[in-house]
């Protein structure tokens, strides 16, 4: 019993250290281990997405899907559009300020 503790409390420390070395850019798409993974909100999910299938992180309450798997799924996936389409509302925030 004592080694699955153990072996419990490693493995959320490793995932804590990796969380916090973690970098992402401006629009939020993280870069982990030479690949590419693009951020969405669960409303947002696309319909190839798969939790059991699909490679992906969910982190800080986005779901991030890998580039691959957008390509795999969707062969007319455009990426330049995709991040100029990409928009958190801080740019449309100023239509509730009065």
């Known amino acids: 019993m004592d080694n699955i503790t153990e072996y419990n409390k ?3 420390n490793l995932k804590l250290k ?3 070395n973690l970098k992402l850019n401006q629009l939020n798409i ?3 281990n030479n ?3 693009l951020p969405y909100q669960l409303h947002q999910l696309p319909k ?3 939790k059991y299938t699909s490679d992906f992180i969910s982190l800080k309450g986005y779901t991030y899907i890998s580039l691959d798997e957008h390509y795999e ?3 007319y996936f455009n990426y330049n559009n995709f991040k100029s389409t990409l ?3 801080r740019d ?3 239509k509730l300020k009065r």
Do not use: W
Request: hydrophobic content about 35%; cysteine-free.
């Open 48 to 50: 190839f997405f798969n």
């Open 73 to 75: 799924n969707s062969p």
């Open 92 to 94: 449309l925030s100023y």
């Open 30 to 32: 993280l870069k982990l």
């Open 10 to 12: 490693t493995n959320i």
């Open 35 to 37: 690949k590419t993974y």
């Open 18 to 20: 990796i969380i916090k």
């Open 87 to 89: 928009s958190y509302n």
